[in-house]
Nanobody, 127 residues
Framework: QVQLVEFGGGLVQAGGSLRLSCEAP????????MGWFRQAPGKEREFVAA????????YYAGSVKGRFTISRDNAKNTVYLQMNSLKPEDTAVYYC????????????????????WGQGTQVTVSS
């Protein structure tokens, strides 16, 4: 079992920046592919970004590519999402997710690719 706790959400003006953190206590953090998803009111949860176990590869949704950066520090059991040039349409609850094996049969882009989820953190971008 993996517990995930997100930090760093809040209210920011359009064009501003936020950095989300997700901590996953435990010695096996580097065993997991990590991802960020978001869910706006009335919409389905959607993929934002993912990173492989040691950070060799990263993946982004087209809507955030060039503005958001995912990274991880396995020594701190933490994955980050740096969000720059924020837009009102980025407003959502952001979720951290961890994948042990599911991504191998589905995809890092799919919610079903992840076994473990955080509780979410609200990001609100005002215009």
């Amino acid at each position: 079992q993996v517990q995930l706790v997100e930090f760093g959400g809040g209210l920011v003006q359009a064009g501003g920046s936020l950095r989300l953190s997700c901590e996953a206590p435990g010695r096996t953090f580097s065993s997991y592919v990590m991802g960020w998803f978001r869910q706006a009111p009335g919409k389905e949860r959607e993929f934002v970004a993912a990173i492989t176990r040691f950070g060799a590869s990263t993946y982004y949704a087209g809507s955030v590519k060039g503005r958001f950066t995912i990274s991880r520090d396995n020594a701190k059991n933490t994955v980050y999402l740096q969000m720059n040039s924020l837009k009102p349409e980025d407003t959502a609850v952001y979720y951290c997710a961890a994948s042990d094996t599911n991504y191998r049969t589905t995809s890092v882009y799919n919610t079903r690719g992840y076994e473990y989820w955080g509780q979410g953190t609200q990001v609100t971008v005002s215009s």
